[in-house]
């Protein structure tokens, strides 16, 4: 009998943990299950959304979250580089990445500027045209017209700033939220401060007043704002400057900001923070993030990603990511967690009384107790 007794301990040993872990696995945090149901994604690619001052189309890829029978958020992306180059490709993981957690997004193209073709105002003119067919198409693509939120980086947060406070009397006002990441607000404070910097080390393209680590070409940075403007020469009047900074299209009814700068990058940090300014005196909520350091854009996203999804959660209401694809109904997992722990505690209950059993049983064997039935 010790085989079997051995064998059936090690049998009810693994039964118990087995029972013992999948009864833990079910009562697990929430956030645990949500990474686990993040939802799949479908893609749309090259939609026409509207048309170029020269008549070409202008496209997006739109990325929907699969399984979710609710109207989601929509998020409207828009790429950096410097209003000469980029192009929406750049933007498909974080345009995944958001619609994994539910979010549609509405991934953009525009026109590329260059020192014949200057990209203001046709650039910002494009991209309201992106608002507009979003609040015609969202539902077609299992979006909430009413619920939109515009994401840029760099140039395209300075388009996407410019864009939503053009349209921030649309009706119903659908613009919920405005996230810019690295974006030129001001233009006549830059172009002062790349004067000062053309006055202490001319037009070298490295200058002790440059905090980039690695050094970036400042130069021909404010260089591709000058083509955007239709200055290339750097003569752009104040009067053009003026019209182009966000920050003079501040208003009562423009959208709430959420705005990220580095301390020490391309552009000033105090950009972010005078923006901030000019919306509290409008009355706007506003909130301003300064990471430590010199990256710019999109590279300090992974840094300040969580606090876009708290932010969002508050304006527009973060879709319920940690429900499965496949439709489990809330409050079925409390139901399912309940009848685990039971399961196993009835197992667990039994496997002891076997064991109890055969270890007596084993223990008469052991001490001779093998007499036959007909002498007792």
Known sequence: MQPVVTTFGKWALRMG???????GASILPANHAAAAFAYSVRTHQNLVYGQSAHGSALTANVESPVGDAKQAPVVI???????????????????E?????????????YTLSSAEAPGYPDQIQEIQQAITWTIAHARQYGGDPNQIVLVGFSAGAYLSAMAALRDSNLPGHPIKAVVTLSAPFDFPVVQAML??????????????????????????????????LGCPTGNCSSQLLRAASPVTHVTTSAPPFLIFNSSDELIPSSQATDMADALKAAGVPEQVVIVPGSQHGEAYLPEVDGTI????????????????????QPGSSGAMTALIICC?????????????????????????????????
Request: hydrophobic share 40%.
């Open 344 to 376: 196993a505690v009835l197992i667990a209950a039994s496997l002891s009384v076997v064991l109890l059993a055969v270890r007596r049983r084993t223990a008469r064997h052991s001490n001779g107790d093998t007499a036959p039935m007909a002498g007792r």
């Open 309 to 328: 999804l708290n932010y969002l959660d508050q304006r527009v209401g973060l879709p319920p990511s940690s429900l499965p694809a496949s439709g489990t």
């Open 97 to 109: 990445a958001m619609t994994s957690e539910g979010f549609v997004t509405v991934n953009v193209n």
């Open 17 to 23: 943990v087995a029972a013992a872990l999948l009864a």
């Open 195 to 228: 004067r000062q910097r053309v006055a202490m080390c001319g037009y070298s393209p490295s200058c002790p007043q440059d905090k980039q680590d690695p050094p970036q070409d400042t130069l021909a940075a404010f260089a591709t704002m000058y083509d955007f």
């Open 77 to 95: 992306v828009v790429h950096g580089g410097g209003w000469n180059s980029g192009d929406k490709k750049d933007e498909v993981p974080y345009a």
